[in-house]
């Protein structure tokens, strides 16, 4: 849970006041270190779960507040946007039957959110990325209504001093400018908590992040986003540029990402670690300080370092060092940011599992491990892997080897052990390893969701194969099995009512469209190569200014060399078009009445797609 009562940095009079207090964190932190005053044990174990809220056609849902409100326990709160919530589990220590324990929490808290969120004519969804998110959802109504968030996206807009820049390549490809950080609220992740030992920081630190690849392969949950196949974990591309307050520029421009890996191994303290940070990444927000941390460890209380804390948490590593202090006692600990949403809580617990038993299991051989393996191959493993997922091969002890070996054969044993060593109850060691087992044998929730939505696409516009795949994830959640049991949609777990149907539904979005000072005769031809009867025309800004029809046209079919004129000439200008919000019914009205076969569909001035006749028969 964040700060909630921020202010922007950036030219505040507050400004020298945030960095004492930033200063005096990090004495403070040297000195508790120092003393040894951090406690060492019983090491615990934490979660947080993000999840995603629809309504009854299976779209981003806007009552995150209201549901909130009515769950009324502090488990809960918001995130960015207003169809995503979060649940804070109780930490745990890490024995016993301390999975199955926060298993079951995680599960009671998620059925009394569940109960609310019916009585709002909403369902909960685990997932990477909803899939029936659209760029509607990513616009500023959508904002959790709170001053963080917006002071956020202003403090990021104010750095960039430009939009935001999106262009992410997979199978297909997301280009796309959007001007707030709305895209970060795309992303819904399982955030995994490990106490550490401060004094064993670099070598457990530096070994997070050499299991980062191999592990993130075998969870990835997020393929997709508006339709498009992208990454295995599309998360990891998203949230990097969603957030990214370097604006490109003709200049090389060397600092990092505020989400990012790393560039080299951790080869000091946590304090050296923190320090590396604030030279970094300048600081975005400031609070009120009532006192400073060094005057509170005088008076003999445990500082909270809320400043260093304030600046932390906008510097979004995918291992991230986190302090804490509980019970008079300060702790570290290892926040997992890059495992993904879903698609069950079996599956996301064994995926806690399989990570925390791997920390508690490195070999001795792994100890220096910045003198012994490359960084940039460990940085290689985890990008191919966001990418591929399990089809990534690895660089591991010098050998190019296979996700399925490098999981089966070395990762899972030494997680039995790391976890027997902890005195982790036998029966949750193997019921949860065994989730991760089957699926290595078989696919993960990235691997489903793509084989799912290639089939539905066959049969379905994109907009309804997405609905469909959405409520097929919802059911076989709520069935239990575990995302390698999970069968392929039918297509029939939805139908679309034709009353209730809106043109985005059944419109085309990959229409074929020319521009008013290209050749007349190359779209003839191309209008018959294609067998089609209806280009929308886009001016030199991409705005729609025309649409050529086949009555257009066709009365050139037999002297093409007399269509010698630009498409200006010959298109229709007094366009009659419809938005993707409108009733189905709607579209098919103006039609009928306007006696036409075609309407574009557009948002503004811009052409989102195009519905025809054709359409209106088939949906």
Request: net charge negative; aromatic share 8%; hydrophobic share 35%.
């Amino acid at each position: 849970m964040g700060e909630l009562h921020v202010e922007a940095l950036l030219k505040s009079p507050n400004n020298s006041k945030y960095i004492k207090q930033l200063l005096t964190d990090i004495e403070a932190l040297e000195h508790m270190l120092e003393n040894d005053m951090f406690e060492k044990s019983p090491i615990r174990i934490g979660a947080e779960q993000e999840f995603c809220l629809v309504d009854g056609a299976w779209q981003p849902s806007n009552k995150a507040l209201e549901i909130l409100e009515e769950i009324n326990d502090s488990h809960f709160t918001t995130e960015i946007a207003l169809y995503n919530l979060e649940i804070n589990l109780d930490p745990l220590p890490l024995k016993g039957k301390c999975f199955s324990d926060m298993h079951k929490q995680l599960d009671d808290l998620l059925q009394k959110a569940d109960q609310v969120a019916e009585k709002h004519g909403n369902r909960i969804i685990l997932t990477g990325i909803l899939p029936t998110i659209t760029q509607k959802q990513l616009d500023l109504p959508y904002m959790t209504p709170i001053k963080r968030y917006q002071i956020l996206n202003d403090a990021v807009k104010q750095m960039r001093k430009n939009d935001f820049e999106l262009h992410i390549k997979g199978v297909d490809e997301l280009n796309v400018h959007h001007d707030s950080v709305l895209y970060e609220g795309c992303n819904t992740s399982y955030q995994s908590h490990l106490q550490i030992d401060p004094d064993d920081f670099r070598d457990t630190y530096n070994w997070s992040q050499a299991i980062a690849g191999p592990l993130l392969s075998i969870c990835t949950n997020a393929p997709m986003l508006m339709g498009r196949e992208l990454w295995q974990e599309t998360r990891i591309a998203l949230f990097t540029q969603s957030v990214d307050t370097r604006a490109s520029t003709f200049l090389l421009n060397e600092r990092e990402a505020r989400v990012n890996f790393g560039n080299d191994w951790a080869r000091g303290s946590i304090v050296d670690f923190y320090k590396e940070s604030i030279v970094g990444f300048r600081s975005m927000l400031t609070t009120n300080f009532e006192t400073d941390s060094l005057s509170e460890l005088k008076a003999g209380k445990i500082p909270k370092l809320r400043a260093l804390n304030l600046h932390n948490g906008t510097v979004y590593k995918w291992n991230r060092l986190c302090y804490g202090a509980a019970k008079g006692k300060p702790h570290v600990r290892i926040e997992n940011r890059y495992i993904p949403s879903g698609p069950t809580t079996d599956d996301e617990i064994a995926n806690m599992m399989f990570w925390v038993g791997i920390m508690k299991g490195r070999p001795k051989k792994y100890n220096d491990l910045h003198t012994k393996m490359d960084f940039k191959d460990v940085k290689t493993n985890f990008y191919n892997a966001a990418r591929y997922g399990m089809a990534t091969q690895f660089y591991w002890d010098g050998k190019l080897v296979s996700s399925h070996d490098l999981l089966l054969d070395v990762l899972l044993p030494m997680a039995y052990r790391g976890l027997y060593a902890m005195d982790v109850a036998p029966e949750d060691a193997e019921h949860y390893l065994t989730i991760i087992e089957k699926r290595i044998k078989s696919y993960n929730g990235s691997r489903w969701t793509v084989k799912a939505y290639r089939k539905l696409i066959k049969e379905h516009k994109p907009l309804n194969a997405l609905a469909i795949l959405t409520a097929s994830m919802y059911q076989q959640q709520k069935k239990g099995y575990t995302v390698d049991a999970w069968e392929l949609p039918r297509g029939d777990e939805l139908s679309f009512q034709e009353e209730l149907s809106k043109v985005g539904q059944a419109m085309n979005t990959k229409s074929i469209t020319a521009q008013e000072n290209d050749s007349a005769e190359l779209v003839l031809k191309m209008m018959q190569w294609k067998n089609i009867h209806h280009v929308p025309i886009l001016d030199d800004d991409l705005d729609l200014v025309g649409l050529l029809t086949w009555t257009d046209v066709e009365q050139y079919l037999g002297k093409p060399g007399e269509l010698e004129q630009s498409i200006r000439d010959i298109m229709k200008t007094q366009l009659i078009t419809i938005t993707e919000d409108e009733q189905l019914v709607k579209a098919k009205s103006i039609m009928q009445s306007k006696a036409i076969n075609c309407l574009p569909v557009v948002n503004g001035k811009k052409l989102v797609g195009i519905i025809t006749s054709n359409d209106l028969h088939s949906h």
